[in-house]
């Protein structure tokens, strides 16, 4: 689907690269990864395909260390997290923007967060 307007080939919807149709799930892939990260409270959020979840711990200084600790991790990936903190709350939502959906780096995000969050 392209509209051509003058000499310039326009999309009618994002083009996607090669490297980030690559980590996009299965469907396969997706029904597990979802049952994994649900039984370790993660939910889906209906009106976008993308994960949340919120952790709470018993101090900010605990909270703000892992999010100091994901922070390093999500960079490494180069895939960032949309958190929000209040206190000792952390709400974290991983979506691949790039990919417009959950894809593999948010799989990958998802389970070293959790192992980060338990170690705290």
């Known amino acids: 689907n392209v509209a051509v307007l003058g000499r310039k080939v326009l999309p009618s ?11 996009w799930l ?11 990260l649900k039984a370790s409270g993660w939910s889906e959020l209906g009106e976008r395909d993308a994960i949340y979840k919120e952790f709470n711990f018993k101090t900010f200084n605990q909270a703000f260390g892992f999010m100091t600790r994901v922070a390093l991790q999500a960079e490494k990936m180069n895939h960032h997290p949309e958190w929000f903190n209040v206190y000792s709350k952390v709400q974290i939502t991983l979506i691949s923007h790039d990919c417009g959906g959950l894809t593999r780096r948010d799989v990958k995000l998802a389970q070293f967060i959790d192992k980060a969050a338990a170690s705290v």
């Open 13 to 23: 919807k994002p083009l996607l690269t090669r490297s980030s149709q690559s980590h």
């Open 26 to 36: 299965t469907t396969e892939e997706r029904n597990q990864v979802l049952l994994d």
